[in-house]
């Protein structure tokens, strides 16, 4: 005698536990309602989340506006490249932490079943707002990615305006002083030495050095050795030319302001300008040879000079 333990019956098929799984738990395949309705909790609360940082940042700029002891603060070297690192940095740490609070935000929502947000909706309609989610995280994607190399950038610049200008501060002697982000109305002079031997506007132009990299100046052009296009220096020593003219206003008669361009990390080349010096930050002090008697300063005009440098590099106008 035999026990027929399936009793006789209908043959019951083998239990498969992976698909048991799935349907209990959701992940057999894409739940478009579920994807769907923690994409959109997630990103309205991140959203939320992003324009609350911002405002913040924003109010709390306002209410510290003002630098204390403003008169008595002068701006350092690279000072307005130092603040755009700082906001950049603010800015990348701000979609950073908006990111972080859209995943976990996700995540939570996926668990806690957000998708009866959307039971019941036609398909297509799921399909386009996973569309613009997805085009909502490009975007956002997008602008993280142009602050990290912004910031990448202007961490560059303020390295290589840093370095010339702690170079100038040990060259300059006696009457000599050093001014820094100098405001004109053609634009910012990075450094400005000013003494009895004359007014110098140091322009600086930072590009990422190669092995062996040089650059010549011929004309009002510098010629990098890694590329073929001439970099032309007009504009960029326009502040120095409008510096020269505000000057001689100032005091009442022709002042020459000697243009000086520094390129930090290049091998410095021939140059045929007459009107302008290339240096880097190793020959730098190649400027204080550089000079002719006719550009000296009574001591009456470096007085009225250095009071006026003074009054347009105060710390405070770098926080308006």
Partial sequence: MSCDLNHSGRARLPIRWSTLFAQESGFGEMDIEAISGAATV?????????????????LSKTVSSTSSFADSIMHEAAQRFRDE??????????????ALVFFVLFAAAYVLKAQELFAGYP??????QIAFLSLAATLAAWRLGRTVLARRHVRFVRDAIIAVGHQLQQISTGANRVFHDVATTAGVVDH????????????VIARRPRRNGHVVMRGNELHFSNDEEAVPIVEITSGAARLEKEVSQLLGHKIRVRSVIAVPGWEIGEQSSEHHLLVNERTIAMLRGWKDKSDYLMNEDVDALHSELTSRCRHAAARQ
Avoid at 123 to 128: E, G, K, M, S
Wanted: glycine share 6%; proline share 0%.
């Fill in 42 to 58: 997630a990103l309205a609360s991140t959203i939320v989340f992003l324009l609350i940082a911002k405002s913040w940042s924003a």
């Fill in 85 to 98: 690192l700082d906001r950049l940095s603010r800015s990348q740490s701000i979609y950073l932490s908006g």
């Fill in 123 to 128: 398909r297509w309609q799921l399909w386009l």
């Fill in 192 to 203: 400005v030495v000013a003494g009895q031997s004359g007014i110098y506007a140091v322009n």
